[in-house]
């Protein structure tokens, strides 16, 4: 048992490791003298007042007119009808956009082997499977000329779109159609591609 002897020396003890934490590192008074810290800069007195942020000029806000053909705005106000401009046939090594979906264009209905013919008129085949591959389903190309038709090893049907990919992920081409045609561009070039069965 500890006697009163030792529970003293035993606080006595205590409370002088908590008087070595009250250093100035810890924020405490610490044994040094005041003479002996280092004094911080002084504060200048005239320093600028710290610059707010004003805009440049007056923000004018007005809304926006509505898309073409969208007919009576909501304020009342009717905004006349744009007429659509006629098909402009691309002239050749122009890109053009793939064509509009098929409305009864399914994934399992575009299963199956086509014929792709590119902007040159050189034919190849491409098997497009149902086997999945991660998120893509696997796909195959034979005796195509063409160097990113060649590389195709996955596809997928997303949007109405059918998009061919390469090794690592990248889309080869984009196309539109339904399960018998298929009509679209190679991704780099933007030359058209077309599929049939």
């Known amino acids: ?9 035993l606080l006595l003890a205590a409370g002088a ?4 934490c009250a250093s100035e ?20 007195a005239n320093e600028p ?10 923000v004018i806000s007005e809304p926006l007119a509505p898309p073409p053909g969208a007919g009576a705005s909501g304020s009342g106000t009717v905004v006349a009808d744009v007429p659509s401009m006629p098909a402009v046939p691309a002239e050749p090594g122009t890109r053009t956009s ?3 979906a098929s409305p009864g264009a399914t994934r399992s209905g575009l299963v199956g082997t086509y014929t792709a013919r590119d902007a040159a008129g050189s034919t190849c085949r491409i098997s497009l ?9 696997k796909a195959s190309s034979a005796g195509c ?33 339904g399960a018998g045609e298929l009509s679209g561009v190679l991704a780099k070039s933007g030359a058209p591609l077309t599929l049939t069965r």
Do not use: H, K
Request: hydrophobic share 35%; glycine share 14%; net charge positive.
């Open 98 to 100: 793939p064509a509009p």
């Open 145 to 177: 000329q063409n160097r990113d038709l060649g590389r195709i090893t996955a596809w997928d049907y997303r949007e109405g779109e059918v998009y061919l990919y390469q090794p690592g992920g990248s889309v080869a081409a984009r196309l539109r159609g």
């Open 25 to 44: 590192r810890f924020g405490g008074a610490g044994p040094r003298s005041a003479a002996a810290r280092p004094s911080s800069p002084p504060v200048q």
């Open 1 to 9: 048992m500890i006697g009163r002897l030792g529970r003293f020396v």
């Open 17 to 20: 490791s908590l008087a070595g």
């Open 49 to 58: 007042p710290p610059v707010e942020a004003v805009p440049s000029g007056s």
């Open 129 to 137: 499977s149902s086997s999945p591959s991660l998120d893509l389903y």
